[in-house]
C-alpha cells in the first residue's frame, strides 16, 4: 500500500494556501515543502496569513538537492508553469505522484511531458479562494477537489494514495467518475464566469442577477459544450442549467482569479481560456467566435493602464 510521507506544494499564492495548511497538519513541518527561492523564499519564511492565522512553513530552494518528495503539487497560474516544472526537478522521482490545481484542460498533459506520465493524476480545485495584499482566504465548506488517474481507475495506487492524505489533511474533496467530464465542465465556467466578470469588472453577483450577463454566459459556454462533444466529452446544456443555479450560491463579493489579476496589474490566464478554446477549436473545426473577441478584449484590459499612462495630459 502506497503511502504520502512528504510532499511538496510549488506556488503558494491562493489555491496552494488552502491545501498547505491541512498537509502541514497532517505530515508535519518537515514533510511539508513549500518550493520558492530568493526574495519570495524570504517573505515566506516570515509568515503567510491564510484565513486570519499566521503560518510559516518549511521553504525550500529550487536549487536544493533533496530527496524526492513522495507528492508534489503545482499550485501555480498557467503562465508560470514552464518555471515550475523547473523548480520541482528536484522534488520529483520515479515514484513521486504529480497533481495540477491548474485551471484550464493542458496543464497535464505538459507535466506528462516533463515527468513521469503514469504518476500524473488529473484534477480541479472548485474552491473561491481569494488573495488580496497578500492574505489568503476561503470558504472552509467548499467543493473541494475532484481527482482521478487518466483513466479513472478509482483503485489506482497513487489515487488511493492521496484519498488517504486528503482525508487525513481534512481537505474537502472527491475521486471524480470521470475526470475528464469534470475537468471539462470547470473549464467551461472559466471560459465563460472567470472572463466576462473579467470584461464587465464585477463580482459573482453580476450573475444572479443579469440576465444579459447570463445570456452571455451561455453564447461563451456553448463554444466550449461544442469543442468538448468533439474530443468526446459530455456536456450539454443541462450543465448550463446547473451551473446557472450553482452561481446563486456564490459569494456575491466574490471575484474570479482572471479580474483578481486585472485588478492586480498582473498577467491574466486568458491564453489558457480563451487561447485554448482557439486552439482546440482549431483542432476540432469547431467556430469561436466569442472566445476570439474576449481574447483580444481581455489583452487589451491587460494593456490599459500602459496606454493611459502613455498618454500626455493637457496642461
Known amino acids: 500500500m502506497k503511502q504520502i510521507r512528504t510532499a511538496a506544494i510549488v506556488g503558494l499564492g491562493a489555491i496552494g494556501g488552502v491545501v498547505a495548511p491541512g498537509l502541514e497538519l497532517a505530515l508535519g513541518h518537515e514533510n511539508l515543502r513549500v518550493i520558492?527561492?530568493?526574495?519570495?523564499?524570504?517573505?515566506?519564511?516570515?509568515?503567510i496569513i491564510i484565513n486570519n492565522k499566521i503560518w510559516k512553513f518549511s521553504v525550500v530552494d529550487p536549487k536544493e538537492s533533496t530527496t524526492p518528495a513522495d507528492f508534489v503539487i503545482f499550485a501555480v497560474k498557467n503562465t508560470q508553469l514552464k518555471q515550475a516544472v523547473e523548480d520541482a526537478r528536484n522534488q520529483i522521482g520515479s515514484d513521486t505522484i504529480v497533481m495540477s490545481l491548474l485551471n484550464g484542460v493542458e496543464s497535464e498533459e505538459y507535466l506528462e511531458e516533463n515527468f513521469?506520465?503514469?504518476?500524473?493524476?488529473?484534477?480541479?480545485?472548485?474552491?473561491?479562494?481569494?488573495?488580496i495584499n497578500g492574505k489568503i482566504s476561503y470558504p472552509l465548506k467548499a467543493k473541494g477537489i475532484s481527482f482521478n488517474a487518466k483513466d479513472n481507475n478509482k483503485e489506482n495506487e497513487n489515487v488511493l494514495a492521496v484519498k488517504r492524505l486528503f482525508e487525513m489533511a481534512h481537505i474537502a474533496h472527491e475521486v471524480a467518475e470521470d475526470i475528464h467530464y469534470t475537468m471539462w465542465y470547470k473549464f467551461m465556467t472559466n471560459v465563460s464566469e472567470n472572463q466576462i466578470a473579467a470584461i464587465l469588472g464585477m463580482p459573482y453577483r453580476a450573475f444572479q442577477v443579469s440576465e444579459h450577463i447570463n445570456v452571455i454566459r451561455e453564447m461563451v459556454s456553448r463554444e466550449v459544450i461544442?469543442?468538448?462533444?468533439?474530443?468526446?466529452?459530455?456536456?450539454?446544456?443541462?450543465?448550463?442549467?446547473?451551473?446557472?443555479?450553482y452561481l446563486m450560491k456564490m459569494i456575491p463579493y466574490g471575484k474570479p482569479s482572471t479580474l483578481q489579476d486585472l485588478e492586480a496589474g498582473k498577467k491574466t490566464e486568458v491564453d489558457y481560456f480563451a487561447g485554448a478554446v482557439i486552439r482546440l477549436g482549431k483542432k476540432y473545426h469547431v467556430p469561436t467566435p466569442y472566445n476570439e473577441l474576449f481574447y483580444h478584449m481581455i489583452h487589451a484590459l491587460e494593456e490599459k493602464t500602459e496606454i493611459l499612462?502613455?498618454?500626455?495630459?493637457?496642461?
Open 36 to 47: 520558492a527561492g530568493g526574495k519570495r523564499k524570504e517573505r515566506l519564511e516570515n509568515g
Open 116 to 131: 513521469y506520465p503514469e504518476n500524473v493524476l488529473y484534477s480541479i480545485i472548485r474552491i473561491p479562494a481569494l488573495n
Open 226 to 245: 461544442a469543442i468538448a462533444n468533439a474530443a468526446g466529452i459530455g456536456l450539454s446544456d443541462k450543465e448550463l442549467v446547473q451551473q446557472k443555479e
Open 309 to 315: 499612462d502613455s498618454i500626455d495630459q493637457p496642461n
